[in-house]
């Protein structure tokens, strides 16, 4: 029954994974490497709503990883 579901549920999960990695901001442009991060240190603490997103990353990434070693061995 797992071997029925696991494909459509690893599209859903990657789907998900390449959005959240989407819309996190980026800090590694061209012009922070040469100095220009308007931050100055290049170091902030995440909070809000970038946190979530970043620990819901995380996650998905987990869940994907884990239906993939799954896949293996249906």
């Known amino acids: 029954m797992l071997a ?6 690893q599209i859903i999960l990657s789907v998900l ?7 996190q901001q ?9 100095g220009g991060s ?3 240190s290049g170091w902030h ?3 809000g709503l970038e ?3 970043f620990i819901a990353t995380i ?3 987990i869940l994907f990883a ?3 070693v799954l896949a293996l061995f249906k």
Do not use: C, D, N, W
Not at 4 to 9: G, N, R, S
């Open 66 to 68: 884990i239906s993939a």
């Open 26 to 34: 980026s800090e590694g442009s061209l012009g922070s490497a040469f």
């Open 59 to 61: 996650v998905i990434a």
């Open 4 to 9: 029925t579901y696991l494909p459509y549920v």
């Open 51 to 53: 946190k979530q997103l």
């Open 45 to 47: 603490t995440k909070r």
């Open 17 to 23: 994974l390449v959005g959240a990695i989407l819309l």
């Open 38 to 40: 308007q931050s100055g």
